[in-house]
């Protein structure tokens, strides 16, 4: 699930970056998909995950988590379930201080927030991953 006030609070990010055009925001918008909208965007050819990624962590000054390089504990990875974390393209990275480190696809689906704050009944700190 992914949420429209999200895409258009990130698409306003990306064109004020630089990253994207007006008109690729209008292109991205026609094209409407239940794919995360950083996927549309690369799946469009408008910019790479990576770019999008980068743009993100730098504009919201939270991590950006390259995932390729971490190890997750299991414990942590199955407070999670795993239909609500492909549901909003997020992975659970530690736990500290009853803080639940969350990275995501989209850092600004509130949404997506929420519904992990309640299923895991802790605080969720959002970090930028590339959907993929």
């Known amino acids: 699930m992914h949420s429209a006030h999200s895409e258009e609070r990130?698409?306003?990010?990306?064109?004020?970056?630089?990253?994207?055009?007006?008109?690729?925001?209008?292109?991205?918008?026609?094209?409407?998909?239940?794919e995360p909208?950083?996927?549309?965007?690369?799946r469009l050819g408008l910019t790479t995950e990576e770019r999008v990624a980068e743009t993100l962590a730098s504009a919201l000054r939270i991590p950006r988590i390259p995932l390729a390089s971490i190890t997750v504990d299991r414990a942590v990875v199955d407070l999670v379930p795993q239909a609500l974390a492909e549901r909003h393209t997020v992975i659970p990275l530690?736990?500290?201080?009853?803080?639940?480190?969350?990275?995501?696809?989209?850092?600004?689906?509130?949404?997506?927030?929420k519904d992990n704050e309640y299923r895991t009944?802790?605080?969720?700190?959002?970090?930028?991953?590339?959907?993929?």
Do not use: K
Request: aromatic share 2%.
């Open 121 to 132: 009944r802790l605080s969720v700190r959002p970090a930028v991953a590339a959907a993929s």
């Open 37 to 42: 909208f950083a996927l549309r965007l690369v």
């Open 10 to 34: 990130t698409a306003h990010i990306l064109v004020t970056a630089g990253v994207l055009r007006p008109e690729d925001r209008a292109l991205a918008r026609a094209a409407d998909s239940d």
């Open 94 to 113: 530690e736990v500290r201080s009853r803080v639940l480190h969350l990275a995501m696809a989209d850092p600004l689906n509130v949404d997506a927030i």
